[in-house]
């Protein structure tokens, strides 16, 4: 079946073209770089997996409980259309929900491909390029991750939000080199990161936080390697380029933080735009969730050294300034972390359950002997 036939609204044209600018360039210096970057470069090929292999694709999903989401999260509970609708109607706004979270993550996925292949090409330095290769193919992976999930798991699929799709744009049609590693590493990945984390902290569903951990484990690495690449860049700029890249981050954020809310879920149950949007933005668990997503993000673009006033003003109006001063290494450890300790439990049930079948095949033996 095509994914087009699992849209819930039409999504366009089949592909969208943004028209690239900017140079692509060689370097031929091809001695020792960073020792820091190397590093990741290396982590990053030892890190390298198969999804087909890694994840059990064949535990079971409800897609009408796709995350076990308490009723409490979503935007209509509390309301007379929530109290309108059967228990049937509420599994299927779940499943809408739920699709329309994943599908972002989709498009997001592929978005962070491309802006890392535009990386390779365009980025001066080799060990730069070298790492950039790596994340491809982990952007690769994650692309198809989501994508069999919302295919074989939820049936599904809804068109990249406009919010996302803009920011994108920006990122790609940018000329300038670094663009591509503050829209994406930073920003988008940034934020990825966090929603990434929320739901693998607070769903009970095996495979969504299967997914999300080893995910999450790759993701890590590339908002390490968009850290060292700008702070050590930045250091070189004006005060007024600095501030140009200050105008695109503050930019960025309102755009992020005006996509998280699902609006066009409620579109498709009937509910006018305006009354949408006013019902998302005052829900006091999406008002948390949406504040707790920028975690990632401003202690990184603190650290890049991106914090002039007009960026801790707008950091002050979205409430999250003080994530500013957040422990970023320890969130990124913790993240690589979590995937492992999952793989430790994962693979010791298997073999207790292999040593249980083999005590059972022996036992079962002797008697019949």
Known sequence: MSTHDLYVDRPGEPTWQVPASGAARFSWEYDDGRERLLALYQKGKDKQWDATRRIDWDLEVDPHDVLGTPDEATALYGTPYWDRMSERERGELRRHFASWQFSQFLHGEQGAMICAARIVESVPDLDAKFYSATQTMDEARHAEIYSRF???????????????????????????????YLGMQVLIEGLALAAFGLIRDTTDKPLPRQILAYVMQDEARHVAFGRMALRDYYQQLTEAELREREEFVVEGCYLMRDRLRGVEVLENFGIPRAEAEELTEHTE??????????????????????????????????????????????LMAQDEELADQLDARRFAAEERARVAEVAEAIETGAEEG
């Open 285 to 330: 668990f999406l008002q948390l969730f949406r504040k707790l997503l920028f975690s990632r993000i401003v202690p990184c673009v603190k650290d890049i050294g991106l914090w002039g006033e007009r960026l801790r003003r707008a950091y002050v109006d979205l409430g999250v300034l003080e994530l500013g001063d957040s422990d970023l290494e320890q």
């Open 150 to 180: 919302l295919k074989e798991k939820i049936g599904l699929v809804y068109p990249i939000n406009d919010n996302l799709q803009a920011l994108l744009g920006d990122t790609l049609r940018d000329s300038r080199w670094d663009m591509p």
